[in-house]
């Protein structure tokens, strides 16, 4: 089994930052991309920053500048570096990872159980 735990939420004032990180913990042969998504109430879960095995990266328009995707393929682990945030960021954070788990498996899709950000003004 797979499992994908999420860490480094909280509160935080408006100007400040935050580290997200998104360890995958089970039995893996190889993670393709994996991405942030965010989700504020009443509305839809919507992509934040997302990388690719290779590294490449692309971000929300709205986070451009202010955040920073990145991963250590030896951890496992990806992280999202919040500067300078806004109180419209507030929001609960998914990670969200495409990964084979064996030469005999297909890449499939897995899901954290998200980690609340609230920043206040």
């Known amino acids: 089994q797979v499992q994908l735990v999420e860490s480094g939420g909280g509160l935080v004032q408006a100007g400040g930052s935050l580290r997200l990180s998104c360890a995958a913990v089970g039995s893996i042969f190889r993670i393709n991309a994996v991405g942030w998504y965010r989700q504020a109430p009443g509305k839809q879960r919507d992509l934040v920053a997302r990388?690719?095995?290779?590294?490449?990266?692309n971000y929300a328009d709205s986070v451009k500048g202010r955040f920073t995707i990145s991963r250590d393929n030896a951890k496992n682990t990806v992280y999202l570096q919040m500067n300078s945030l806004k109180p419209e960021d507030t929001a609960v954070y998914y990670c969200?990872?495409?990964?084979?788990?064996?030469?005999?498996?297909?890449?499939?899709?897995?899901w954290g159980q998200g980690t609340q950000v609230t920043v206040s003004s």
């Open positions: 969200n990872a495409v990964l084979v788990q064996s030469l005999l498996n297909g890449p499939k899709d897995y």
């Open positions: 990388i690719t095995s290779s590294g490449s990266t």
